[in-house]
């Protein structure tokens, strides 16, 4: 194994010694890198020195461990903060994770303590990180697009069925759209589609290992567009696991300039997969309170899995100024930016959904605000 390089940061010299101290018994697996005294030093230092860990004491002068933290996360995803503290500093702590610090440890620590909490952080992070770096390498053709939000109903599926005919037809991409909410996927009822083979058939034939075999297994809904569709009931989803998923992926990501996924609002294994090698998540909110306090939790599950704020997008569905908080107090609430805003259009998304005629593909609607805000979504997305 590679030693772990770890930067110490910490205002007292004193300390800083004494970790370096129990750090140099164990040279051969761990390396320190630096020393700061302060979290504007330590932001300085990272692209120095590129350490896996640093080690982090919350109150220091100019630029404490929390701001420090934060900005790591936003700037330097992939180094792992562990925070110090001294005992009653519950909040500070909660922030401190909240801010994206991977652990914690309370001062003062004896040797055991240090030595498994770096090892373990290390060890966790690390794998997940380097393998999605690989998977990033690793992707060609298509640019992998999910839908995804933490509380169901907010308009996931609308809003990718929608936004895949637009990126076929007004973006001319070729574009695959993957129902990969396994248990209740509903693209096929939004295009009036019941017959259909599904992913599930596909799993059943045992047709997962080739593009060629897979892609009997697609509806084709235009000249630009192809839809795989979710099993018709919520049993079948047991069948297709992980491995499944990837290999239709992957079949599939050479033959697409873009490929949208509507996925399921959980954090299975399918679903890690899928977010995981997505360049994109689109998180979907409503300005609901309930779906406004999930989608923070949410982010908050995705800032800890690694990804950075480039990759998840929060995009707000069903916007009226009728739910009594405005968009300015929802910017308060999350550091991500909002990256579109969809509104609310009871009529035209009712009689859309009702009829299995998605009104991104309607000519009396194409002028409507809810459709125009999907074609803006869209340009962004491919510009
Ligand atoms: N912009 C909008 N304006 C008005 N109604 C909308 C809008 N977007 C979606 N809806 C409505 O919200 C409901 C839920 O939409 P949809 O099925 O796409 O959500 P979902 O997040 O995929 O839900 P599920 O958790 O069931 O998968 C639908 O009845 C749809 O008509
Ligand atoms: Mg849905």
Known sequence: MDKIKILI???????????????????????????ASNGEEVIRLIPKVNPDIILMDINMPILNGLEATEKITNEFPYVNVIIMSVQGETEYLKKAMFYGAKEYIIKPFNYDALISTITATYKKYRERQVSLLIKQEERSKAKIISYFSSKGGVGKSVLALNSAITLSKEDSKKTLLLDM???????????NQYNQKTIFNAVDDGQVDSYENMKNYLYKYNENLDILFAPLNPEASEYINRDSVEKIIKNFEN???????????????????????????LFVSTMEIVSLKNTKLGLQVMESLGYDKSKVKLVINKFTQNYGISKSEVKDVFTNKIFAMIPEDQKIVSISVNSGQPFCDNHRYYKSKVAKAIKSMCKKLVE
């Not at 909410?181 to 295009?191: A, C, K, N, R, Y």
């Not at 697409?256 to 998540?281: A, C, H, K, M, P």
């Open 9 to 35: 940061a910490d205002d007292i010299e004193e300390t800083r010694n004494v970790i370096k101290k129990i750090l140099n018994l164990e040279k051969k697996l761990f390396e320190v890198v630096g020393e």
């Open 181 to 191: 909410d396994l248990l209740f996927g509903d693209i096929s009822m939004l295009v």
């Open 255 to 281: 033959y697409y300039d873009v490929i949208i996924i509507d996925t399921g609002i959980n954090f299975d294994n399918n679903n890690l997969y899928i977010l995981d090698y997505s360049e994109v998540i």
